[in-house]
Every structure is written in structure tokens, then in C-alpha cells.
């Protein structure tokens, strides 16, 4: 399987609620052998050198070392300052720091790069969109659902229809989000967002189902607990409010929410 340039949509998302599962293809028939041998350094042109030393930046990106991910990102700019993805990769670690400046002028470099990048675009809308910009974020993953050859509309979807809560349309919010299961049915961070739309607007009922796609996953984060646990206190369901805080207790004893229950405080 390809591996996927690192998105910030993505990985904000997966913060939110984790997404647990495997899947599992049919044997292929045997394919011719093939050279495995590392590109010599003599062989490399730039451009490779450039996108091995991006693609090592983004993993450091993503395990949290960012110190190194800028010195992978400096030597990959050093080799191929043109290409979109080095300034993409820029893009998220200076958002992952906090340095909101360095990060826009990176996801701007990288768009006029490449304007026609579906996930440049959606990293882009995702950091407007969490920097207190919904507003302008909106069209920025709109243009990402039109791409017709980009393979996770799911992704912008919810962050449109996150986006859309944050300006407080609600129905829009719960259009997004439905369309974005009709994208991914069973996504349990589309069930989530919709449960919590549900909750706030007090249909606990409705809330209740969408939840129990959420409950699906291997292992559902303690934010996707305490949902639960307030949906059905709300509703007055002690049973299943007394299940959610057991998990709560035995599976992240150290979390901010199991620490919260004893407040007994849902919002």
C-alpha cells in the first residue's frame, strides 16, 4: 500500500478519536523478483535525495521529534527547494510547535507549488480551521471533496462539518458529517462528531446510536467514553452510564476524564 503524505486533518483527527481495525486482502499471484538494491549515492539525483529526506522528516513528524524533522526538512530543501512537500511537512511541524506564521507561509509556499494537491490543500484547511479561521477553512475542504481522484473525501468532510459546528451551523455540521459516512460507513470519528451534535442539541437518543458505532473500535479513546457516560446520565440510564465509567476507570485511569467523574460534571 502507498504510504500517504502525513496530514494534519488526519492526525488532528486521530488526537480526537483513534480508529482501530485491520483489513486483510487476498494472496496475490507471485510477481517477478525485484531489485531491492538501495540507490546508490552516486545514483540519487536530487530530487530522490530530496523526497527520502522529506519522508524521513515526516516520520520523525509524527513520532513527536521535531528538532529532527527540521534538520531532515533543511537538508531535503538543500537538495530540491521546489518541491511541495518539504514545505508541506514544514507546514505541519511549525503548527505542531505553535509557530503559526512559520506554518502559514509553508502551506502557502507548498500551495503555489502544487495548487492542484488535494492533501496539501486539506492540511491547509485544517490549520485555518484550527488556528480560529473556520470561516475561510470551509472552501479550502470543499475544493478537496470536488478532487475526484483524491481517495479520503472522509477526511475533509468531518473537518468541514467540525468547521461548520465551530461557526455554529449546525444542520451544515450534520450534513458534512453524514456525507462523510456515506464516504466511510461505520467511521467512528464521523459517529463521534454526530453523537456530539446530537448530545449538545439534547437528543440523547439519537446521540445513543451514534455512539454505538463509535463503541466498535478495538479500544474507544476516554473522550469517546465520556461522551457516552454523559449521553446516558442525560438520559437516565445509570446502568450503561456506570458501564462507560468503569471503562473510563480500567482502561485510562490516569485520564483527565477519569479524574473528572468524580465531579460527576457533564457540560
Not at 129 to 149: M, N, S, W, Y
Not at 204 to 221: D, F, I, L, N, T
Request: charged share 25%.
Amino acid at each position: 500500500m502507498r504510504q500517504r503524505r502525513p496530514s494534519l486533518a488526519l492526525l488532528a483527527l486521530l488526537a480526537a478519536l483513534s480508529i482501530a481495525g485491520c483489513a486483510t486482502k487476498p494472496a496475490a499471484p507471485p510477481s517477478p523478483p525485484v531489485d531491492t538494491t538501495p540507490i546508490k549515492r552516486e545514483r540519487a539525483t536530487p530530487q530522490e535525495r530530496a523526497k527520502i529526506h522529506t519522508e524521513l522528516a515526516a516520520g520523525y513528524y509524527q513520532r513527536g521529534q521535531m528538532d529532527i524533522a527540521l534538520q531532515e526538512l533543511g537538508l531535503a530543501k538543500s537538495f530540491d527547494a521546489t518541491d511541495a512537500r518539504i514545505y508541506n511537512v514544514y507546514g505541519l511541524v511549525y503548527a505542531m510547535l505553535g509557530e503559526e506564521k512559520q506554518a502559514e507561509e509553508n502551506f502557502r509556499h507548498a500551495l503555489s507549488l502544487a495548487p492542484g494537491d488535494s492533501e496539501i490543500r486539506e492540511n491547509w484547511g485544517a490549520f485555518l480551521c484550527g488556528t480560529g479561521h473556520p470561516k475561510d477553512a470551509i472552501p479550502e475542504f470543499e475544493q478537496v471533496i470536488r478532487d475526484p481522484l483524491y481517495k479520503h473525501p472522509e477526511i475533509a468532510l468531518i473537518n468541514a462539518g467540525k468547521c461548520s459546528a465551530a461557526l455554529g451551523d449546525m444542520q451544515k455540521a450534520d450534513d458534512y458529517l453524514r456525507r462523510a459516512l456515506t464516504a466511510s460507513p461505520g467511521n467512528p470519528v464521523a459517529s463521534y462528531n454526530l453523537a456530539l451534535l446530537a448530545y449538545h442539541a439534547q437528543r440523547y437518543g439519537e446521540a445513543r446510536v451514534w455512539m454505538h458505532q463509535v463503541m466498535r473500535q478495538a479500544s474507544p479513546p476516554p473522550e469517546a467514553l465520556w461522551l457516552g457516560m454523559c449521553i446516558e446520565r442525560k438520559g437516565g440510564e445509570r446502568d450503561a452510564e456506570r458501564s462507560y465509567e468503569a471503562q473510563l476507570h480500567n482502561r485510562y485511569p490516569g485520564s483527565p476524564e477519569a479524574k473528572a467523574i468524580v465531579s460527576g460534571a457533564c457540560p
